[in-house]
């Protein structure tokens, strides 16, 4: 599987935009982006995917380097909720779209 | 849409015991679901995938026999660890997927063996 490479931990200011960056250079043409979070003591949430262009949902946007080989989550305007540890996966149909989870990024939202 | 649960949500069990835990998609029907186990302080580990109807295939590193997954309906799959012990305690988590890209997991089953 290709790897991601994320910064073990980032803190953020409530109200401000945050942007969670990822590594992948190996990525292959297949692979898609995805983005998950886990809440303490909680399974997993989806927050975004993509494949080649920028996406936007009412969680997050994702904005994909031009050559794939990095991506960064954004977070418009972060809260109190939304610390959380946040994984950057790799996944193609080709694996049964499985998920490796790697370390994730912890971020931390203060007042 | 697209709701997970998971039954129990934490199980105390003596060593030696089979404990059973239920992933269910309630809103929608699940192509494929995963079984995941996450230690403390550590990332998930996907343990095995499992598809309606036929037998669930294992990660490697992951004994078929201790953890027998059974997926009986497109909404249902079970996790049972047989023969717990101390070293099985741990946070479970399954998810679902209905045919898109992106997984629905469950809220997880804390197991903890004594």
Redesign the interface.
Request: hydrophobic fraction near 25%; charged fraction near 10%; charge should be positive.
């Given at each position: 599987d290709a790897k991601t490479t994320q910064p073990n931990s980032m803190e953020s200011n409530e109200e401000e935009p945050v942007h969670l960056p990822c590594n992948h250079s190996t990525i292959s043409g297949t692979d898609?982006i995805?983005w998950?979070r886990?809440l303490p003591?909680?399974?997993?949430?989806?927050v975004i995917?993509g494949l080649t262009s920028n996406v936007n949902n009412r969680m997050a946007s994702l904005a994909i380097a031009e050559d794939r080989k990095s991506s960064t989550l954004i977070l418009h305007r972060a809260t109190l909720r939304d610390a959380a540890v946040y994984?950057c996966i790799l996944?193609n149909t080709g694996t049964?779209?499985?998920?490796?989870?790697?370390?994730?990024t912890r971020l931390q939202v203060t007042l | 849409g697209a709701v997970?649960s998971?039954h129990p949500s934490w199980v105390i069990c003596k060593s030696g015991t089979s404990v059973k835990i239920e992933c269910r998609s309630l809103d929608f029907q699940a192509t494929?679901m995963?079984w995941?186990r996450q230690f403390p302080k550590q990332?998930?580990?996907?343990m095995a995938?499992s598809n309606e109807g036929s037998k669930a295939?294992y990660e490697q590193g992951v004994e078929k026999d201790k953890f027998l997954i059974n997926h009986a309906s497109l909404t249902l799959s079970t996790l049972t660890v047989t023969s717990a012990h101390p070293e099985d305690s741990s946070?479970y988590?399954?998810?679902a997927?209905r045919g898109g890209?992106?997984?629905?997991?469950?809220?997880?089953t804390?197991l903890t063996v004594l």
């Open positions: 898609y995805h998950y886990q003591s909680q399974g997993p949430e989806y995917h994984y996944s049964a779209s499985k998920l490796t989870f790697g370390t994730g | 997970v998971q494929t995963f995941y990332s998930l580990m996907l995938t295939t946070f988590i399954c998810s997927k890209n992106e997984q629905f997991f469950g809220p997880g804390r």
